[in-house]
Nanobody
Framework: QVQLVDSGGDLVQAGGSLRLSCAFT????????MAWYRQAPGKERELVAR??????TYADSVKGRFTISRDNARNLMYLQMDGLKPEDTGVYYC?????????????WGQGTQVTVSS
């Protein structure tokens, strides 16, 4: 069983920074990969960044501005967001795959709101 609690969303001006956190419970060695998704009003949820066994990938729209990381000692995942733009506004969700009995099950955090004003 895995639980994800994401936090850190806020209202920020364009050009500013935020750091989102995702606290997770469960057997950390079975939790891989992890990712951040976002959903803007009226749009589908999209993948923002992913970390798999230390390898990171990013959506083109956030490359060079966002950094995903994971601290296994503290059971935390982060998304450092710099150079924020109004189009980054949305609800951000952390996501994790949990491996058990040769199968994976996906888990979601509850979401945290990020609003970037112009």
């Amino acid at each position: 069983q895995v639980q994800l609690v994401d936090s850190g969303g806020d209202l920020v001006q364009a050009g500013g920074s935020l750091r989102l956190s995702c606290a997770f419970t469960g057997e950390r060695d079975r939790i891989n990969p992890m990712a951040w998704y976002r959903q803007a009003p009226g749009k589908e949820r999209e993948l923002v960044a992913r970390i798999s066994s230390g390898t990171t990938t990013y959506a083109d729209s956030v490359k060079g501005r966002f950094t995903i990381s994971r601290d296994n000692a503290r059971n935390l995942m982060y998304l450092q967001m710099d150079g924020l733009k109004p189009e980054d506004t949305g609800v951000y969700y952390c996501y994790a795959d949990y491996w058990r009995y040769g199968r994976t099950q996906g888990y979601w955090g509850q979401g945290t709101q990020v609003t970037v004003s112009s």
